[in-house]
């Protein structure tokens, strides 16, 4: 081209070869470019292969570009095309198959805060009914170790649908969401890079693209949750879904890919109008507890409704404290609302009792049930920030190692062996040492010598824990070569050793 403008004479001998190479150059490129799009019909698991083939040949694609757009975007268009429908089909597929792992036990529109313990056959036809006649309400209530899905499972593996079929595993609701959400995380954040990459758009294009790529499976996803979260009946389970919401929206800001606020925005939008619904309806069910029919007349012990009511407010109190946010306005009027229902309650227990002395019993116990769980629920919280400084490593190798126990992943589990000789060692070196520094900064830390010395036996006993946990992993056949398990302290020892810690009154 530059001997062209300089009207040279050997450019026109040459000029309709090079151009009839140039379009067989582009019809080669242009048949290799859609029999590599074509890949991409194969099942999703194999789509960063021939990803990677185009990455490694985008001067391909730059030829094109520069010499015919048309074809271009012809090839854009194809890959569009055929790669949203792979989207499309897998997160249908996925979700689809996920969501029948839901457990059966999942909370129901009788599990309400003010519901009766237990449930009593009514008529002749519910005496024979296969259904139980009573349900451990306990889960609903309480928090347990389902937290973890704000911090260590946050990016765990994703369930994959026909393993836990074969495996008989069942799954709240929370984890179910958290694997779905994740994986859109993950594959939003791939294919973002891959499309900014390969076809060279930045900004607004690139959102564009990826829009045209990944809208329908958004789509979908959107109403396919939808369907589920208007059924969900647990509080704490949407609350959990809700923080999730965030912290993925946070993972792709870090990531530094196209955000898909506007998707995070309405599956947060359509959980925090169900949390509410469904907290309304406990706050309705307290209201309308009659304690002029109770099943169980009143004592002067804690009723059961205030521990179902401690234990849940605790849950969205640790859930907001793990997501490192300030409480949510939403949140913090919900609970407003539902301490007023739950002192109008006590008010109504304490005017069921005959004399003073009884009433004043009963609102003491009913109070200090309320504070002991709440001042339990910040002492765990403090244990477990005390003891990571000096066992850290031990208490993660637990955490991650027990749910691969479970599923005897021994693959999985070989991969930690070279960790345990250092975990070993360096407990056997420092753990007198760190004790009695857990000792020395509990005690200055707490005025109250009691509470402290209470606060300080729940830090060792939840050591202890984390240490028989630790050798209960190492018991795993995978860990069998593992010579320094002979290094082990012995427990007895350890448990020895923190009585001298325990204090004489």
């Not at 209470?454 to 992993?473: D, E, M, P, S």
Request: charged share 25%.
């Amino acid at each position: 081209k530059a001997q062209e403008f300089q009207d040279a004479k050997a450019v026109g001998d040459v000029h309709d070869v090079i151009e009839n190479l140039k379009y067989k150059a582009m019809e080669k490129i242009r048949e290799w470019l859609i029999v590599k799009i074509s890949l991409f019909k194969k099942p999703l698991t194999n789509y960063q292969i021939p990803q990677n083939a185009l990455l490694k040949n985008r001067f391909f694609y730059e030829f094109l570009l520069a010499n015919d757009r048309q074809v271009a975007r012809e090839i854009k268009d194809e890959y569009v095309d055929t790669v949203s429908k792979m989207f499309f089909s897998y997160f249908k597929t996925y979700v689809s198959r996920l969501f029948k792992l839901q457990m059966s036990d999942s909370a129901g529109k009788d599990d309400l805060l003010g519901a009766e313990d237990s449930v009593k056959p009514t008529s002749f036809s519910s005496v024979f009914s296969s259904k139980p006649s009573t349900r451990s309400r306990a889960t609903v209530f309480s928090l347990g170790k389902r937290q973890n899905l704000l911090s260590v499972d946050l990016m765990a593996p994703l369930i994959v649908p026909h393993a836990a079929q074969q495996a008989n595993e069942r799954f709240q609701f929370e984890c179910l969401f958290r694997s779905i959400q994740y994986a859109l995380v993950d594959h939003c954040s791939h294919e973002f890079l891959f499309l900014s990459d390969f076809f060279m758009v930045n900004g607004q294009a690139a959102v564009d693209l990826f829009s045209q790529v990944m809208g329908r499976s958004i789509s979908h996803l959107l109403k396919a949750i939808e369907e589920k979260v208007t059924v969900n009946y647990d509080a704490i389970s949407l609350f959990l879904c809700i923080c999730l919401c965030t912290k993925y929206c946070e993972l792709m800001s870090e990531r530094s890919v196209v955000s898909i606020d506007g998707f995070w925005e309405n599956i947060a939008k359509m959980l925090w109008l169900r949390f509410e619904a469904v907290m309304n309806m406990h706050n309705e069910s307290v209201r309308n507890l009659d304690v002029r029919k109770l099943q169980t007349p009143v004592d002067t012990r804690p009723y059961y409704v205030i521990r179902r009511y401690a234990e849940f407010t605790c849950a969205f109190l640790v859930c907001t404290e793990i997501s490192g946010k300030k409480m949510d306005t939403r949140l913090q009027s919900m609970l407003t609302k539902q301490q007023a229902e739950i002192e109008g309650l006590l008010n109504r227990l304490t005017s069921q009792l005959k004399t003073k002395k009884e009433r004043l019993v009963f609102q003491i116990n009913n109070y200090d049930i309320i504070l002991n769980i709440l001042d339990q629920t910040k002492i765990n919280a403090f244990v477990e920030e005390i003891l990571a400084p000096h066992f850290s490593s031990l208490i993660q190798f637990v955490n991650e190692c027990e749910p691969l126990v479970e599923q005897n992943h021994s693959q999985l589990l070989a991969r930690y062996t070279g960790k345990v000789t250092q975990i070993v060692r360096s407990f056997s070196a420092d753990w007198k040492r760190s004790i009695e520094a857990i000792n020395h900064e509990i005690l200055q830390s707490f005025t109250n010598f009691k509470n402290g010395t209470n606060i300080l036996q729940t830090a060792f006993t939840q050591l202890v824990q984390y240490y028989h946990r630790f050798n209960k992993v190492l018991s795993h056949e995978a860990f069998n070569e593992c010579s320094v398990k002979n290094e082990l302290v012995n427990i007895h020892h350890i448990m020895m050793e923190l009585k001298k810690y325990k204090p004489v009154y």
